[in-house]
């Protein structure tokens, strides 16, 4: 605890009026002498209550929110004594991370005994886990001349988790020759029937229609619906052009990229899909490629996963906003070089599914190029404009063309809005296309 040398002055007059009362021998001046001393007496006479017996309690809303999703957060202050604690100040530990886009993690209270008081204020969201420190907490006497300060512990939410989950996810009917959770058109084994035909030798006895035998005398073979294992690559545009937020402190392109990659790269391995990552960034000479050999299992995961924490880590510290351009990517030829890579890895059976914002014109090339070299293109493009400038409206509407070019030539496209969970996103896709 720490005093506050409030009366020093109230000290010094009442001394002074009362060396001059008894001096002048005035009794007027002795009486004054008194009225500053009751202040030196009050001041020093109040006690300061400990500041580790205010109560602390967090929470949050919604305690698993979705990227760029608003978090409310709420720090109640319980006032757990039965004495009233006339000025409590509390801030709250906000993670560097988070932005507070609203209220103020900062509040003063009186709490009588047993008394609560909220604060709130919000925060945005963004992937990871990020831990709250404990809220500071200062009690001051009712004179103000002392107070204590202390780290207060806090009950409630200490962490906050930003993931992205993926219900669904739009597949081309194009398999490989692993077995899967992809529903072909073509019979064999399997769970789900799809035809009969005339017996063969050879066939299995469990897969003959003895049912059919003992009606008509005839052998039949019954065949299942086949399911294989696609082989996926999920592309990731992360070059520096996407790290681009729809307002200061918000996700940009490449951080909303790396959550819906991450978590349909999860999915499809759920699966048993065959899946691969490549993520293009910036290089020395022009765009590079990270690359993540399609396979499946806990070691894909693993690979994938240090692939994007990667990806975050090379995201430039400045970030920019939206606010429209030219739309032009530079680095044509190297972009090119960059494409012509790609193509290579990805062989001739690969399905593309391709994550960009689409805040330039280098992934309006990309996609249909890749279209018309004989894979199976999908397109999932989280948004990050906005429209509260003329600027971020001029880039939405670029952004928009270029979405509906790549519509035209019959590229399933998923326009994700970050408000939006991402499996409805791709749920309204999988209508269109299906």
Known sequence: MRSVP???????????????????????????????????????????????????????RPDAPLPGETVRVDLTVTNPTEQPLPDVRVVDGVPDALRVTAGTPRGGFALRPSESATLS????????????????????????????????????????????????????????GFTGRLPTDAGGTGVEF?????YRTGDPPSRIDWR???????????????????????????????????????PTGVDLGVYAAARVVGTLADADHQVGVAAVGDGASGPRIAWVEPSSGPELRARAERLFDGVLDA???????????DGSP????????????LRQRLGGDAQVLFVSPFVDD?????APTLSAHGHAVTVVSPDVTGTDTAGKRMAAV?????????????????????????????????????
């Open 398 to 434: 670029e952004r928009e063309v270029r979405l509906a070019d790549v519509r035209d030539r019959g590229i399933p496209v998923t326009d994700w809005h970050p408000d939006v969970p991402l499996a409805t996103a791709l749920a309204d896709a999988l209508e269109g296309v299906r």
């Open 194 to 198: 799809y035809a009969t035909r005339e």
């Open 6 to 60: 409030r009366w020093g002055g109230a000290a010094a007059g009442s001394a002074a009026l009362a060396t001059g009362g008894v001096a002048s021998g005035e009794q007027v001046l002795l009486a004054a002498a008194v009225v500053p001393l009751v202040f030196v007496c009050y001041g020093a006479l109040a006690t300061t209550p400990p500041a580790r017996t205010v109560r602390v309690e967090r929470s949050v």
């Open 212 to 250: 059919h035998l003992a009606r008509s005398g005839s052998l039949t073979t019954i065949d299942y619906r086949r399911q294989q294992a696609a082989r996926i690559v999920v592309v990731l545009d992360a070059r520096a052009a996407c790290d681009v937020a729809r307002r200061s402190g918000s």
């Open 330 to 341: 530079g680095g044509d030829g190297a972009g090119s070089d960059a494409l012509t890579e």
């Open 362 to 366: 280098h992934p309006a090339k990309v």
């Open 121 to 176: 204020y919000s925060v945005v969201a963004r992937r990871g886990e990020y831990a709250f420190d404990a809220p500071t907490v200062r009690t001051r006497n009712v004179s103000g001349t002392g107070y204590d300060t202390a780290a207060a512990s806090v009950a409630g939410t200490a962490r906050l988790s930003c993931e992205v989950g993926v219900n669904d996810v739009f597949l081309h009917e194009r398999t490989t």
């Open 315 to 325: 995201s430039t510290e400045e970030r920019s906003v939206a606010d429209g351009g």
